[in-house]
């Protein structure tokens, strides 16, 4: 069974920094990209970023560019997510989420952690 | 970016009614459509992929189609556990973008 757990996440002041972890179990956890995916309060879902399974490859979206980055360490089966500059924007649940497909980068999200409360805030 | 569009927003119908939900993509994606559901207070899970494709354990009530840029989600029989919130999503570009959602409400 695909298990995610995320970690990490808690109140912190505008500018200040968090980092994120997801450990997985249940699969290959190097054959499969991942990402993070947020969801503001009463909001909508958001992709925040990608890493594929080697960590070769990582994608942002445009509100975290230069301001997050993706990492992941596959002998510890764990993907993390450095968030610098924290605006109050960035407050939101933090899910990540597995790749359907082996290898593939452009596949749908097949598995989904419970999630981590992010808030920033003075 | 490729903008996705849903309609209703919102919606409230009765056991055993069949409920639609339309999505839309600003340019073609071709099939990089999926449906994620998400109940009250939990995280997303993946309902359909590639426009019509039952994930693994998902009731064959859920079925979706259309192709392009207009898409399509029903609920042949709604359930009362199937009170939730439902996004459209593609993953044809970078980056991926999903519908607002449409929360499905039973009467």
């Known amino acids: 069974e695909v298990q995610l757990l995320e970690s990490g996440g808690g109140l912190v002041q505008p500018g200040g920094s968090l980092r994120l972890s997801c450990t997985a179990s249940g699969f290959s956890f190097s054959s499969y990209a991942m990402s993070w995916v947020r969801q503001a309060p009463g909001r909508g879902l958001e992709w925040v970023s990608l890493i594929s399974g080697s960590g070769g490859r990582a994608d942002y979206a445009d509100s975290v560019k230069g301001r997050f980055t993706i990492s992941r360490d596959n002998s510890k089966n764990t993907v993390y997510l450095q968030m610098n500059s924290l605006r109050g924007e960035d407050t939101a649940v933090y899910y990540c989420?597995?790749?359907?497909?082996?290898?593939?980068?452009?596949?749908?999200?097949?598995?989904w952690g419970q999630g981590t409360r992010v808030s920033v805030s003075s | 970016d490729i903008q996705m569009t849903q309609s209703p927003s919102s919606l409230s119908a009765s056991v055993g009614d069949r409920v639609t939900i339309t999505c839309q993509a600003s340019r073609h994606i071709g099939n990089h459509l999926n449906w994620y559901q998400q109940k009250p207070g939990k995280a997303p899970e993946l309902l359909i992929y590639d426009v019509s494709n039952l994930e693994t354990g998902v009731p064959s009530r859920f079925t979706a189609g259309g192709s392009g840029t207009d898409f399509s989600f029903t609920i042949s029989s709604l359930q009362p556990e199937d009170l939730a919130t439902y996004f459209c999503?593609?993953?044809?570009?970078?980056?991926?973008?999903f519908g607002p959602g449409t929360t499905v409400d039973i009467k």
């Open positions: 999503q593609q993953y044809d570009e970078f980056p991926f973008t």
């Open positions: 989420a597995k790749a359907q497909n082996l290898i593939m980068v452009y596949a749908p999200f097949d598995s």
